[in-house]
């Protein structure tokens, strides 16, 4: 019988020391060095990560924009406050979008489509998951009252792929800086021209710099663990 993943686990695959080092090395990089390009190897890591990411119910309902074309990182630009020194420079840019409240109704036809066509449920069987969605959202989530909070749901979703990814980044050795430094009315029209989003359907909610480092960090200043964990 195949051994399970924990069963397999030594310290030469990831070791305690590798994950600490990883966490110190990872910081938000201003800029980058333009002369290096992360490999195509370790790019489709990153997309890989953020891919087999969780996401409540399943739903994953963000997506990933990449964006190559240089005359869209100028466009961009004006509008993206925190990544000045991040655009011009970064190997690969990247811009998460996220449903918007109104996609993520139950009613709406994402829930049931995402389902139906990812997770290969019947129509019957997704129609019963999307009820018992609804059930959650209305009765425990108390989501349905304030409709828009649907879509910063979604974001949250996205953002657990985005800390995925820095955090696999860092393990190989690259640099990155999350950025929700622009105006997102802008970048959406942009978007849109660009036929990269529907803004009825997707937003853009936070943005992911990679590259390799050309300054060196600032020392790290975080609180003390017992600021920050209290146990009963
Ligand atoms: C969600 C998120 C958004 C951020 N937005 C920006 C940004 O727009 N521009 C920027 O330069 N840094 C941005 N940062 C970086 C933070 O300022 C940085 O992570 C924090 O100060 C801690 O420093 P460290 O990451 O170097 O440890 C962002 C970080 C996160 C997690």
């Known amino acids: 019988m195949t051994k399970v993943y924990y069963e397999c686990m030594d ?11 990883a966490f110190n090395f990872r910081h938000a ?3 980058f060095d333009g002369t290096k390009k992360i490999p195509d ?16 119910f399943g739903l994953e309902p963000w997506n990933i924009i990449v964006v190559n074309d240089d005359s869209f990182r100028k466009e961009l630009l004006p509008w993206c406050w925190g990544a000045q020194g991040q655009l011009p420079t970064a190997s690969h840019f990247v811009i998460f979008t996220a449903k ?3 996609a993520m109704l139950p009613d709406a036809p994402y829930a049931k489509h995402a389902l ?16 018992f969605y609804k059930k959650w959202l209305t009765e425990d989530y108390g989501r349905l009252e304030a409709p828009q909070l649907l879509h910063e749901w979604a974001a949250r979703q996205a953002y657990i792929a985005l800390g995925n ?11 990155s800086c999350a950025i929700e430094g622009f105006k997102i009315e802008k970048v959406s029209q942009l978007l849109e021209a660009r036929q990269c989003i529907v803004p009825k359907q997707d937003l ?7 590259g390799y480092r050309i300054d060196p960090p600032k020392p790290k200043a975080r609180r003390v663990l017992n600021q920050i964990v209290k146990e009963v």
């Open 29 to 31: 990089a201003k800029r």
């Open 204 to 210: 853009p909610v936070v943005m992911l710099a990679l």
């Open 165 to 175: 990814m820095m955090t696999v980044a860092a393990m190989r050795g690259i640099d």
């Open 100 to 102: 918007t409240s109104a």
């Open 116 to 131: 139906q066509t990812v997770r290969g449920l019947s129509e019957t069987e997704a129609g019963e998951y999307v009820a």
């Open 11 to 21: 310290d030469d695959m990831v070791s305690k020391d590798h994950i600490q080092t």
């Open 41 to 56: 190897s370790e790019f489709e890591l990153l997309l890989e990560v953020a891919r087999l990411s969780p996401s409540s």
